[in-house]
């Protein structure tokens, strides 16, 4: 199984970013999928989640800037970004809990990085 993000990058402050990620492999079933963000030095956080029913959770400070997203038929999940803030810049994690190969398990994709300048 392997998570891919996309979309990462560079953009000023007030600017807008669509992260994306696709699951692969030998999924069967997949429930939640989410994207966490980390700076350096501090713990990894959440920024968005979704259920496979289209149920959402965000962080306090993405509410009302950040919308997720997610296509059961293809196993991606993307998050719309408005209105970036200096502060929003992180490496990007998508995150996936699904059932492949015998078990349920989460999975990290390996990140991509948005900076955001003032």
């Known amino acids: 199984v392997q998570l891919q993000a996309s979309g990462g990058g560079t953009v000023q402050a007030g600017g807008s970013l669509r992260l994306s990620c696709a699951a692969s492999g030998s999924i069967r079933s997949v429930t939640i999928l989410g994207w966490y963000r980390q700076t350096p030095g501090k713990q990894r956080e959440m920024v968005a989640v979704?259920?496979?029913?289209?149920?959402?959770n965000y962080a306090d400070s993405a509410k009302g800037r950040f919308t997720i997203s997610r296509d059961n038929d293809k196993n991606t999940v993307s998050l719309q970004m408005n209105s970036l803030k200096p502060e929003d810049t992180a490496v990007y994690y998508c995150?996936?809990?699904?059932?492949?190969?015998?078990?349920?398990?989460?999975?990290w994709g390996l990140g991509t990085l948005v900076t955001v300048s003032s």
């Open positions: 979704i259920s496979s029913g289209g149920g959402t």
């Open positions: 995150n996936a809990h699904l059932y492949a190969f015998g078990e349920w398990k989460t999975y």
